[in-house]
């Protein structure tokens, strides 16, 4: 019988999905079979390990944002509209040196309106992210705390929440869309402070948007937990202007 193609598997499409190598190196198996046999690790296989362990995070694209790209509108437009040009540039040499950043341990902050384009870049950047085959976690932070709240009463099985913790803070890149979208309380800052920091400390990158200033996020989340985003973000990127949602 013929060999049937390998089917092609989309990127995100589900963590346990095996993909093909994205060194195009090995087969797919993050194994490369030499003479009599044998078998050696692709250099892929680290990284099929590393996302097996990041199972339990959400790392979808979300639908909206699946086909977005820096080349076509309305992403594309931003380059020439001059107030929002250094934002697009800024993300773009991100995604092009993505294995960099990453390894690097840096990460992006947009800030800004509501409806300027913040999510829809920060996605950009989760995308490349999976597809070059790292482990991502995206979450809103108001979906995050809800998430970690749900290991408080976790039966015996489900993921506790040190487990949890954990995966947050291995995973190559951690989105949170929306930060300071949230009611301030003594343990959310906690929390956020106990994610950030951990990352801060092993140089993860993280990549967040927000509606806040900085000052008004110090206020929000405390500045101890914003000290140390700027110290992995740089300074936040303005996207300033009107909603494009509302936009004919
Ligand atoms: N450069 C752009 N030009 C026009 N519309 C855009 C642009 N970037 C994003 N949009 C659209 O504007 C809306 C808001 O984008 P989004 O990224 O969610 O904004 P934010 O996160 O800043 O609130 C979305 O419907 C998106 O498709
Ligand atoms: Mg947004
Ligand atoms: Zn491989």
Not at 66 to 76: E, G, M, Q, W
Not at 109 to 135: F, I, R, Y
Not at 211 to 224: C, F, K, M, V, W
Request: charged share 30%; proline share 6%; aromatic share 6%.
């Amino acid at each position: 019988m013929s060999q049937l193609p390998r089917p092609v598997r989309l990127a995100g499409a589900g963590a346990d999905a095996e993909q093909a190598c994205p060194l195009g190196v090995c087969d797919g198996s993050g194994w490369i079979l030499g003479p009599e046999d044998v078998a050696r690790p692709c250099e892929c296989r680290e990284r099929r390990i590393a996302r097996r362990r990041a199972r339990g995070v959400a790392s979808t694209i979300p639908r909206k944002y699946r086909t977005v790209s820096f080349d076509a509108p309305p992403v594309s437009n931003m380059e020439r509209d001059p107030a929002r040009a250094p934002v697009y540039r800024a993300v773009k040499e991100f995604v092009e040196s993505i294995d960099e950043r990453l390894t690097e341990g840096e990460g992006l902050w947009l800030m800004g309106d509501v409806g300027t384009g913040k999510t829809t870049l920060a996605m950009l950047v989760s995308k490349a992210a999976v597809e070059a085959g790292h482990t991502g976690a995206i979450y809103s932070l108001p979906r995050l705390l809800s998430r970690i709240r749900r290991t408080y009463d976790a039966d015996a099985g489900e993921q506790s929440y040190l487990e949890f913790f954990e995966r947050l803070t291995e995973v190559d890149l951690l989105h949170i869309d929306d930060l300071g979208a949230e009611k301030r309380s003594d343990w959310v800052l906690e929390q956020l402070y106990a994610i950030i920091n951990e990352r801060y400390e092993t140089q993860r990158s993280v990549v967040v948007t927000t509606n806040l200033s900085q000052e008004a996020l110090e206020e929000q989340i405390g500045p101890r937990t914003v000290s140390r985003l700027v110290e992995i973000c740089g300074d936040p990127l303005p996207l300033f202007g009107d909603d494009m949602r509302y936009a004919v």
